[in-house]
């Protein structure tokens, strides 16, 4: 078993961006903890994700991000909620949904790159879908 420790910054990166995309949230909202087996399972399929060639630059930009911005544990819930409710409105995968966030944040200009524009954004989208 990968007993590799992450680092805070790489929690909240995998929190974020994996979101929906592993079946960790849902273990534990079930079971209320996680074995080891669950618990192998969600680093499998972490790691799949992330050697997936078309995953990296999000997650390099997204680390970036997460490094300069350093969201509160609220504004990521915040972010996760807002991702839910336009990937319910528009019948998506949330993780597409967050890659578009992405992209919208990175047709900005450098300065206004940061996390707190990103929430924006997903509240504005979040908001035609409530």
Not at 48 to 75: C, G, H, M, Q, V
């Amino acid at each position: 078993m990968d007993t590799t420790k992450r680092s805070p910054l790489d929690r909240l990166l995998f929190a974020t961006f994996l979101k929906g995309r592993t079946s960790s949230r849902d273990l534990w909202e079930e079971k209320g903890d996680m074995t080891p087996e669950d618990n192998q399972k969600i680093i499998e399929e972490t790691n799949e994700i992330i050697n997936d060639d078309s995953t990296y630059p999000f997650i390099s930009y997204l680390t970036n991000l997460l490094a300069k911005s350093k969201p509160s544990d609220d504004a990521v819930k915040k972010l996760h909620e807002h991702i839910d409710t336009i990937a319910e409105g528009l019948y998506e995968d949330s993780t597409d949904v967050f890659r578009a966030l992405l992209a919208k944040l990175i047709e900005q200009p450098e300065e206004k790159q940061t996390f707190d524009r990103l929430l924006e954004i997903a509240e504005k989208f979040a908001a035609r879908y409530e």
